[in-house]
């Protein structure tokens, strides 16, 4: 498996989770899923060596892929930030708070800051509108959140080893 530029032992799991697959073709969203939790998210040579496996186009892998928000192809952080942009909490100022949790983690590119301990996505209504605008950290529900709050936010999700630019915007305020 030398010729994937991605992690061995985690491309040996895969195998063996497909190999002890009865109908690995008819499997493609489990294998994905199972891919997803090994790597974290599913790069294209993920993608590639599951297709080969299987014998099917990498299109179609990619096609699948794509098409589920639940997966993933970029790396994702240690930890989750998910901020719920339904129409509840759109208009109690969601987008305020994706604005605010953006420039306090300077995430300006991509979703995930570049030292790779927090990931700022976006979700759809929950169904905690009586919350909103609310944003779940680590799977832990954080309800009528304020752009104000976000700094506490942060704080409390108590990362060891925070990135200097989050340190320095918190010593600002
Ligand atoms: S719209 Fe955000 S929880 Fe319903």
Do not use: W
Request: net charge negative; glycine share 10%.
């Amino acid at each position: 498996m030398g010729e994937y530029k991605v992690d061995s032992e985690k491309l040996e799991k895969l195998a063996s989770y497909i190999e002890g697959l009865d109908r690995a073709e008819g499997e493609l969203i489990n294998i994905l899923r199972e891919a997803q939790e090994i790597f974290g998210h599913l790069p294209a040579e993920v993608q590639l060596f599951i297709a080969r496996k299987l014998g099917i186009p990498a299109a179609k892998v990619y096609g699948v892929a794509t098409f589920y928000s639940y997966f993933t192809m970029q790396q994702r952080g240690k930890h989750i930030i998910s901020v719920c942009l339904g129409t509840a909490c759109f208009v109690k100022g969601a987008d305020k708070i994706v604005e605010e949790f953006r420039n306090q983690l300077d995430i300006h590119d991509g979703t995930t800051t570049k030292d790779g301990q927090y990931t700022l996505d976006s979700i759809r209504c929950v169904g905690a509108c009586g919350l909103a605008p609310v944003v779940i950290v680590d799977g832990k529900v954080h309800g009528r959140v304020k752009a104000e709050d976000v700094s506490a936010i942060i704080k409390e999700i108590g990362n060891e080893e925070p990135a200097e630019q989050t340190l320095i915007k918190q010593n600002m305020q």
